[in-house]
């Protein structure tokens, strides 16, 4: 009864060894036809396809996939010979074919016609493959009521990503791999909208809006925003400015790939956004898109750029790179006329007293915050700011360090004592805002030998531009002590080559310094300025790598440091306290410590004492002859 078939595994077993397949794959394919003997000799049957496809199914939810798939290739090879005497393919598609059979005729016409077109180019076995994943969504096409090509849309296609079921991830990436080829077809032929085929691209799926399936909160806030939209103008022909923009204007100003593949990737999925609801683009319709994309992408803000750039070059018929979006409104633009007035009266008085930049610029903040809460407790005019009020704020205030909050409430006071000054408040007001603790004392954190080692180490092995730029940051703050902002902020022509000296206008006390530029710092300068900064028109030193080049934000410097150690500390502010401590041990004058860090005074120099360990220990008292009665010494 089974002649037949031990004759067929015996040919399918020569092919194998013939072909030098593997031992495991050899004894996978005889132990798969022993167990389904087994099973027809069990059951007294004849061997069929059909049994052996039922047997499958059946034993597949106890194996491992990886069985599975190689019983399965046994069972067709085994069929390919019981149908015609060998293995006539080395080709195999496993799946069963029934779905496209099921297919009505305007499925298989279309359908037809892509597969006509694949078997120009492609072999049988990948044409067959095309028509099983093609039959399967098309198949859920007509089961949920589909009935021509107009029920190809978004919403179907989207909930065919989510519904379709795969033995693996892998398998349904490649399924809609093949969907996405047979959708761009039929876009090709204009039977469906061309933004279709990203629809089953695995990263835009989860981030596609349909405005309908909205929660009615959000759909009416849509549909507020496209009633007010102006300057429309179709789908379509905004994506295809945006494809010009994205394969010329972009390479044209320099913009590294990693920024081109982000921009693209933002206007192809508003793109799909605007054809899967029907709209027209508008500038205000992509803004608000964006906005709400802050739920669904941490790369939101770029998109935003994106639209920003696009509606420039659309305007405009260019972009300017150097442009820095603003897109949050003045908070002091929120504040109510009485408040807004004293507070820009209080900072103008500020920067008159010739307070730098930043320390205007935290006065702003903490008062901000007191104004904000003020305005919140209904707060209209001074007279109305009570001591309770004052307490109730200083309470409420959220601050992760008592020391913290001590900094908000001396500016706070000082900002009261102003509206005292101007007659606004009594003189004692201020002193509702208490103080929280004394001021704390700790021994400087520095770096240690082994970190400062790392360092010039690093320096070394430093090859790319963007290495060469950090090791030239991180030895110019720990040689020169110079803080974050000044590098960040440093010109070229703050360089003296022939003098050998960086000359920096501080930002923090604005206090002009001249200091020796050391041979190592220079070095890396110049290695930096002539090997690894771009060559672009800009004064600064260290800039961005990437289009816009424009000037480094200070925590550039502060991971520059952790790329040269390898590890995180919490700030650059340490090779700054590094340097005046290694001034110190080295017996250096407090007054050219001081002229050094740009500070009016020696008292903060005389904090780096603690970090000189053994010169400390000099200082200590010896115990000999001190007499102890009692206690834990007796």
């Avoid at 027209?280 to 739920?295: D, F, K, V």
């Avoid at 409430?409 to 900002?415: D, K, L, M, Q």
């Avoid at 002539?530 to 600064?540: I, K, W």
Wanted: charged content about 25%; hydrophobic content about 35%.
């Amino acid at each position: 009864m089974y002649q037949d078939y031990d004759n067929a595994v015996g040919v399918v077993n020569k092919y194998l060894i013939e072909n030098r397949f593997s031992t495991p794959v050899i004894y996978g394919h005889l132990h798969c036809y022993r167990w389904f003997k087994q099973h027809l000799e069990e059951k007294q049957l004849p061997y069929s396809h059909e049994e052996a496809e039922k047997w499958l199914n059946n034993n597949r939810p106890g194996w491992k996939h990886s069985k599975f798939k190689m019983s399965r290739l046994s069972l067709f090879r085994l069929n390919d010979v019981m149908k015609n005497g060998d293995i006539t393919t080395d080709s195999y598609v496993y799946e069963n074919s029934s779905n496209y059979d099921r297919l009505p005729v305007w499925c298989r016409l279309l359908l037809d016609g892509y597969l006509h077109d694949l078997l120009h180019s492609f072999s049988e076995g990948y044409v067959a493959e095309h028509r099983i994943a093609c039959s399967k969504f098309l198949i859920y096409i007509i089961n949920i009521g589909g009935k021509n090509t107009e029920d190809i849309n978004h919403k179907n296609v989207i909930r065919y990503y989510y519904q379709s079921q795969h033995s693996t991830v892998q398998a349904k990436n490649s399924y809609n791999r093949n969907i996405r080829h047979f959708l761009k077809y039929l876009a090709g032929k204009d039977l469906i909208p061309a933004s279709l085929k990203y629809s089953l691209d695995r990263f835009i799926v989860p981030r596609i809006i349909i405005i309908d399936e909205l929660p009615d909160a959000k759909k009416e806030a849509y549909i507020h925003c496209l009633d007010q939209t102006s300057g429309k103008i179709s789908a379509t022909e905004y994506y295809s400015i945006a494809k010009k923009l994205g394969d010329t204007y972009l390479d044209r100003h320099n913009y590294s790939k990693t920024m081109k593949k982000i921009f693209c990737k933002a206007w192809r999925e508003l793109y799909v956004f605007l054809e899967a609801n029907g709209l027209s683009y508008s500038y205000e319709t992509a803004e608000y898109w964006c906005i709400c994309l802050e739920n669904y992408t941490a790369q939101w803000k770029s998109y935003r750029r994106a639209m920003k750039l696009f509606e420039q070059y659309r305007t405009c018929g260019d972009i300017n790179p150097n442009i820095v979006y603003s897109y949050k409104e003045d908070s002091i633009n929120i504040l109510p006329e009485w408040s807004r007035s004293l507070l820009l009266g209080f900072l103008s008085k500020k920067q008159k007293e010739g307070n730098s930049v930043s320390t205007v610029s935290m006065y702003r903040s903490s008062c901000l915050r007191f104004l904000k809460f003020l305005d919140k407790k209904e707060i209209r005019c001074c007279a109305m700011i009570s001591p309770e009020i004052i307490k109730e704020f200083h309470i409420s205030d959220p601050h992760s360090t008592a020391e913290a909050r001590n900094a908000y409430s001396v500016r706070i006071r000082g900002f009261l004592g102003y509206l005292a000054d101007m007659g606004y408040l009594a003189v004692t007001l201020q002193l509702a805002l208490t103080t929280e603790c004394a001021q704390k004392t700790e021994i400087v954190e520095t770096l240690t030998k082994e970190e400062v080692a790392s360092v010039y180490s690093f320096r070394t092995n430093a090859k790319t531009p963007m290495e060469l730029r950090n090791t030239a940051m991180v030895l110019t703050g720990l040689r020169m002590g110079l803080r974050a902002s000044d590098i960040t902020g440093m010109k070229l022509a703050d360089i003296s080559w022939k003098e050998r000296t960086i000359s920096v206008q501080q930002q923090k006390t604005n206090r002009f310094v001249k200091l020796p530029m050391p041979v190592d710092v220079g070095n890396s300068l110049y290695r930096y300025i002539m090997s690894g900064r771009p060559c672009v028109n800009s004064d600064n030193v260290f800039i961005t790598h990437r289009v816009p080049y424009g000037k480094l934000d200070t925590s550039c410097c502060r991971r520059a440091l952790n790329k040269a150690l390898n590890k995180q500390k919490q700030g650059f502010h340490i090779t700054r306290k590094t340097f005046a401590s290694r001034m110190l041990k080295s017996r250096t004058n407090t007054n050219t410590i001081a002229d050094s860090l740009g500070h009016s005074d020696t008292s903060t120099v005389l904090k780096y004492l603690a970090t000189d360990g053994d010169t400390m220990r000099q200082c200590a008292l010896s115990l000999k002859g001190i007499e102890v009665n009692g206690g834990m010494l007796s």
